[in-house]
């Protein structure tokens, strides 16, 4: 099969760890060992998520006294893109031994008319108190918002519409490439009236972005693969139970949280109302048990996997 992994934050950086490169380097070799064993068996493509490395980059790039204006966060997400996409073209070259890898910096374009640009919601960086986060706003022109008890800086999340490098990632998948691009969302860019590219601040959802790339490159299935081994129903409360296979019109009918679940959720969906193929979410280290229908939430048109046409 032709299979997209969308690698959740806890591939590179584990909750409550500091996120140094050791650590997440050490992570990345946990997760190729997985990714690897996939790749024996299937066509690959592989993305990833950059929130923590973002907002590493940004704090460092706003207290940079050498800058007249702290880096933009298009620049700040191609530079995670170099940095995540080396430590797990490694990891896999040295866990494939043979087998080409490639990890691709990808711009994803978005419209430059996208209603997310007049409401920036899409939380970046650290956390402050109100004054702090104030002061920070009047001087870097941030726009902040509440955050639970705390503020943080926000930025707009418009729709994917296209990754633009598709054509070259498909190319390489046929050819027998794993491919690594299309991390934390792709690189947002807009064209001018000129059809030239540039870039916006903003954050594009990943996983909106992997099941983009997952529909155009006829993938059989999208595997969103997290720390979490099944979706919750009525998460948080006693009555909560685990939802093991089912349909999107099922899931959307489940009000999921819109700053976790809710987002991953929104993305396999699409993708199964559009292809009519399968997607789960499910842990990392049980991707093959979710291919072959024992784990994970496993979502098809009918609730059923795997088909007979995949076994």
């Not at 956390?127 to 639970?148: C, H, M, T």
Request: proline residues 6%.
């Amino acid at each position: 099969m032709r299979v997209i992994v969308a690698l959740g934050g806890n591939a590179l950086l584990q909750r409550g760890e500091k996120p140094d490169a050791a650590n997440q380097i050490a992570n990345v070799a946990v997760a190729v060992k997985t990714l690897a064993r996939l790749a024996e068996e299937h066509e690959l493509i592989i993305t990833h998520g950059n929130g923590p490395q973002v907002g590493v980059l940004a704090v460092e790039s706003a207290g940079d006294p050498n800058l007249t204006r702290p880096y933009p966060f298009d620049t700040l997400g191609a530079e995670t893109q170099g940095m995540i996409g080396y430590w797990m073209l490694q990891a896999l070259q040295n866990a494939l031994p043979g087998r080409q890898v490639m990890a691709m910096v990808t711009q994803t374009l978005v419209s430059a008319v996208d209603p997310a640009f007049e409401n920036p919601t899409k939380f970046v960086g650290q956390v402050y108190e109100q004054a702090e986060a104030e002061k920070l706003a009047r001087e870097n022109g941030w726009i902040v918002k509440p955050d639970g008890q705390y503020w943080r800086r926000v930025v707009p999340s418009p729709t994917p519409q296209r990754v633009v490098e598709t054509r070259l990632i498909r190319k390489a998948v046929r050819d027998g490439v794993v491919v690594v691009c299309a991390g934390g969302g792709g690189i947002p860019v807009v064209r001018d009236e000129h059809g030239r590219l540039s870039g916006v601040e903003a954050v594009i959802d990943k996983d909106l972005t992997a099941a983009l790339l997952a529909e155009v490159l006829e993938c059989d299935a999208f595997l969103i693969l997290t720390d979490v081994p099944r979706v919750m129903r009525d998460f948080g409360t006693p009555q909560a139970t685990e939802i093991a296979h089912t349909t999107p019109h099922e899931l959307r009918a489940i009000d999921f949280p819109a700053g976790s679940m809710g987002p991953k959720v929104d993305a396999v969906a699409r993708f199964v109302e559009t292809t009519g193929d399968m997607a789960a979410i499910g842990k990392l280290d049980q991707a093959g048990d979710i291919l072959k229908g024992t784990a994970g939430t496993i979502i098809t048109p009918n609730a059923t996997w795997p088909l007979a046409s995949t076994l």
